[in-house]
């Protein structure tokens, strides 16, 4: 709020993006902001290296998103510190099948269920279907607008079923360059394509980079007037 305060938010929104991500309700409630500032929304994500987990999410709340052949998205399955709920939802499935199956498995299976607490099932199934509702509504109102409504709904089933499903992804800390992104229908645009935008962008990234660790600092949000909001490692501050 504070580095959008100010901004002239007729001429859209440019966001450049690196982050591994982070809450579900935070990046909702992000996107909902931004998409009140800037309706249509009319903002373009520009991701200079990576926009993972809850960044892919965000970038997903853009009409377009500016790559360049070394940036990097990420599946947005949610996750319960190493734990995918897809994957929990997904075990489940398969151990309730194995042991109707055959009853003596149920004794292979107790030990790995046991491992997983009261309700789990239930928090990761309302997890799924919470990061599935907040993609579908970002590509049906945002990016996919437009299209026409088999189209539409032929991209957010592909989107979500590579992004949103381990089936698909394998990996949460899976690395999608824009090869892939465009392949399952996503709007993107090559930053090699633009040359003094590439410049501009990776200069400004590349000087994040070098300064954010030598200050401690651990998140900054930056406007194109200087309007700065920072959190630093205080933790680790040497006297």
Do not use: C
């Amino acid at each position: 709020m504070a580095a959008i305060h100010g901004m002239d938010r007729n001429i859209g929104l440019d966001l450049i993006l690196h982050t591994p991500g982070g809450d579900l309700a935070a990046t909702e409630s992000l996107i909902e902001y931004l998409w009140t500032m800037f309706p249509g929304p009319d903002i373009r994500v520009i991701i200079p290296q990576m926009a993972m987990s809850g960044g892919t999410l965000l970038a997903l709340a853009s009409k377009e998103i500016i790559m360049g052949a070394h940036s990097s998205i990420g599946p947005v399955d949610p996750q319960f510190g190493e734990v995918s709920a897809a994957n929990v939802v997904t075990e489940f499935e398969r151990a309730k099948q194995d042991i109707v199956a055959d009853p003596n498995l149920a004794g292979l299976w107790g030990p790995i269920l046991q491992r997983y607490g009261p309700t789990l099932l239930t928090v990761s199934e309302h997890a799924v279907k919470w990061a599935d509702d907040i993609a579908k509504h970002l590509l049906t109102n945002g990016m996919f607008k437009d299209l026409d409504e088999t189209e539409r709904q032929a991209r957010i089933e592909k989107v979500i079923g590579q992004l949103g499903r381990p089936a698909e992804s394998k990996s949460h800390n899976r690395h999608i360059g824009i090869g892939l992104a465009t392949e399952i229908g996503l709007m993107t645009v090559s930053l090699e394509d633009h040359q003094d935008l590439q410049d501009a962008v990776l200069s400004l990234h590349h000087a994040f980079m070098i300064s954010m660790p030598a200050s401690l600092t651990v998140k900054i949000v930056q406007n194109h007037k200087g309007v700065t909001v920072l959190d630093s490692n205080v933790a680790n501050t040497i006297d």
